[in-house]
């Protein structure tokens, strides 16, 4: 399943994320917006389900609350079958769908000395991403879990902690570091940090009576070089090794191992107008490995049916029989005073066609008065240009333009290009189109 309307999104995304209350902080993280928006909508949306396109009138609430450093999210999404009457019984049978109305709460942002986070996962990561890196939870709207997000920084030392299922044991990882030399007076190196991290998917195939586990550990070296309110320059190290389960050979094994040394630099708040902050990285990765295991794709990823055979994604690795190097680059921008923010990353192994992977995000609520537009899109298996312009099952999109009739409603279209199971309860997923036209009732609280 691939559609052409690829072009127009890569077009908007000119301009446009799909988070209205997260920007990008110096190349290590998102934080959130400070003020709370008052989300809702009624609408009208089709959705494909097992190639029959349905119609439905939506109405939905979608707050998010902002009182200091805490925020709460809440995405109440009602969908009346047109032909029917009713309301998609999907989305409500189960306890749990009814809890998944909480779409998040937390407290502080990420890099805080103390963050806390508990739903939908966004953009989790440990450390510089070299094993988890912007990991999703949400593979698809009918698929969302609770997560959690735990961080402390007591400056010497600290850690984070994810959860992508606090119902079940899935993917659970978390990142130990010290800082040996914090508090003496030693410019530059008593920044210097040494830092642990494990994750592990306990049961990528969902089965309780299969042992299918895979684990990610490694260790990170950190040398922050500047650190202030307008310049900041880190230099790092990182090392990890895969060991899981391999359904083809039915064992458990030891897969390969990579590493990577990076710089990451960011100017702030320069004249109250822009933020820029970029990111290179020079990888080394050894045979059935690779770099950031746990992705924006990897529930969708974890393991796919085909046929009478399952395949995990780590039996993929074993198709990977020769060591290679590639480079990582992430760029962020915020200009104009916030007005518009930009974010892009790419990634790609030297010498290995469709080795491309990137992500693109932009929000623009503001730039032009009466329009309010933004656009997050994910993408693997990138070689050719024409790739990046064809949305199918190596990618994730979602492009909202809106019209602002008022300053508190808007005329908007979300496109969302994303995944579905192929039956339920399977998961195992296939692209999914949804297009959702609705008028937005916006507030935001000062």
């Not at 399943?1 to 908007?12: E, N, R, V």
């Not at 949400?138 to 609770?146: H, L, M, N, T, V």
């Not at 050894?286 to 393991?303: H, T």
Request: charged content about 20%.
């Amino acid at each position: 399943m691939q559609s052409k309307t690829g072009l127009a999104l890569i077009l908007l995304l000119c301009l446009v994320a799909m988070s209205t209350a997260q920007y990008y902080d110096g190349g290590l993280g998102y934080r959130g917006d400070q003020r709370g928006v008052l989300m809702g909508g009624v609408g009208f949306t089709r959705i494909d389900e097992g190639g029959e396109s349905k119609n439905y009138v939506s109405i939905g609430l979608r707050p998010e609350l902002a009182f200091g450093k805490f925020g709460v999210g809440l995405n109440i999404n009602l969908l009346y079958d047109t032909s029917t009457g009713g309301l998609r019984s999907k989305d409500w049978d189960s306890g749990y769908d009814y809890l998944r109305m909480l779409r998040y709460l937390r407290y502080g942002f990420k890099l805080d000395p103390f963050y806390a986070r508990i739903g939908t996962l966004d953009a989790a990561r440990l450390g510089h991403g070299f094993i988890v890196n912007y990991f999703n939870n949400e593979a698809s709207y009918d698929s969302r879990k609770i997560g959690l997000e735990f961080d402390l920084d007591f400056g010497r030392f600290g850690f984070e902690t994810i959860a992508s299922n606090v119902g079940r044991s899935e993917v659970l990882g978390t990142r130990g570091y010290v800082r040996p030399l914090h508090g003496m007076q030693l410019p530059i190196i008593n920044r210097f940090a040494i830092g642990l991290s494990f994750a592990r998917d306990f049961d990528p195939d969902a089965w309780s009576n299969s042992d299918d586990g895979v684990s990610v550990y490694g260790f990170d070296l950190e040398l922050p070089l500047l650190k202030s309110r307008v310049f900041n320059t880190i230099l790092y190290f990182d090392y990890a090794k895969i060991r899981g389960y391999s359904s083809i050979e039915e064992q458990t094994r030891s897969f390969g191992s990579g590493s990577a040394v990076g710089i990451s630099s960011g100017l702030g708040n320069l004249l109250g107008l822009i933020e820029i902050s970029a990111r290179v990285e020079r990888r080394w990765l050894g045979k059935e490995f690779i770099a950031s295991y746990f992705d924006p794709f990897y529930e969708v990823q974890r393991y796919a049916i085909h046929g009478a055979d399952t395949l995990h994604k780590a039996d993929y690795l074993l198709g990977i029989q020769e060591e290679t190097r590639g480079v990582f680059g992430e760029l962020y921008g915020n200009v104009l005073g916030n007005k518009v923010r930009l974010l892009g990353q790419l990634e790609r192994l030297d010498k290995q066609p469709n080795s491309g992977r990137m992500h693109l995000s932009a929000d623009a609520p503001d730039l032009i008065p009466v329009i309010a537009a933004r656009a997050t899109y994910s993408k693997m298996a990138v070689e050719t240009i024409g790739d990046v312009f064809t949305l199918d099952a190596n990618s994730v999109a979602r492009v909202g333009l809106g019209y602002k009739v008022k300053p508190y409603l808007i005329a908007y279209v979300d496109y969302i290009w994303s995944f579905v199971e192929t039956t339920p309860g399977s998961q195992s997923y296939r692209p999914q189109e949804r297009i959702e036209p609705k008028l937005v009732f916006v507030y935001k609280l000062k």
